[in-house]
T-cell receptor, first 114, second 114 residues
Framework: GQQLNQSPQSMFIQEGEDVSMNCTSS?????WLWYKQDPGEGPVLLIA?????ELTSNGRLTAQFGITRKDSFLNISASIPSDVGIYFC??????????????FGKGTLLTVNP | ETGVTQSPTHLIKTRGQQVTLRCSSQ?????VSWYQQALGQGPQFIFQ???????GRGNFPPRFSGLQFPNYSSELNVNALELDDSALYLC???FGGGGADTQYFGPGTRLTVL
């Protein structure tokens, strides 16, 4: 099935550093979401973006919905050890059709060295 | 407010068997979506249920089927299990008319097919 292009695949950083990851698509979406998944758990919603150009923050997390509606990025500032996990982007197309499935990227594995 | 719950947590089956996975949606939500997440991949959309009807389907064969009950809980059934069906199965609930509302995930059921 379709997956979004998410990069980088993995990151190994020192505590306190800032992190940036992004997601691109060949088709447009009108909602972008970022989830975090810990091992053996389901994805937990971090940020939802509903409008092209929108910039939204949630604590140390900031995400933007690209103007072209085909991309999004997530920044994490001043990383801490509990930021470790897999981060997924997901796009949703709300076209007035009958289903609003999420299309996910392959994930970015973040490791934070204390 | 009760979150999304899934049962069982883990399941081991043999090839050719049938399996039923269960999901209880978050309080106030009327839509359930099911996803399959293979190891190292992002979740892939299987189907969505709204008002007890299938409301969209991903690229999965007919041996993947589902139900939604009047209390909005849902089941995923998989017949004639294959080795490649081994994955984490996630359900997500949302509120909408098959609408664009944000999806919240349960912890998943880990299915192993031997």
């Amino acid at each position: 099935g379709q997956q979004l292009n998410q990069s980088p695949q993995s990151m190994f950083i020192q505590e306190g550093e800032d992190v940036s990851m992004n997601c691109t698509s060949s088709s447009i979406f009108n909602t972008w979401l970022w989830y975090k998944q810990d091992p053996g758990e389901g994805p937990v919603l971090l940020i939802a973006l509903y409008k092209a150009g929108e910039l939204t923050s949630n604590g140390r997390l900031t995400a933007q919905f690209g103007i072209t509606r085909k991309d999004s990025f997530l920044n994490i500032s001043a990383s801490i050890p509990s930021d470790v996990g897999i981060y997924f982007c997901a796009g949703q197309l709300n076209s007035g059709g009958s289903n609003y499935k999420l299309t996910f990227g392959k994930g970015t594995l973040l490791t934070v060295n204390p | 407010e009760t979150g999304v719950t899934q049962s069982p947590t883990h399941l081991i089956k043999t090839r050719g068997q049938q399996v039923t996975l269960r999901c209880s949606s978050q309080s106030g939500h009327n839509t359930v979506s099911w996803y399959q997440q293979a190891l190292g991949q992002g979740p892939q959309f299987i189907f969505q249920y709204y008002r007890e009807e299938e409301n969209g389907r991903g690229n999965f064969p007919p041996r993947f089927s589902g139900l939604q009950f009047p209390n909005y809980s849902s089941e995923l059934n998989v017949n004639a299990l294959e080795l490649d069906d081994s994955a984490l199965y996630l359900c997500a609930s949302s509120f909408g008319g098959g609408g664009a509302d944000t999806q919240y995930f349960g912890p998943g059921t880990r299915l192993t097919v031997l």
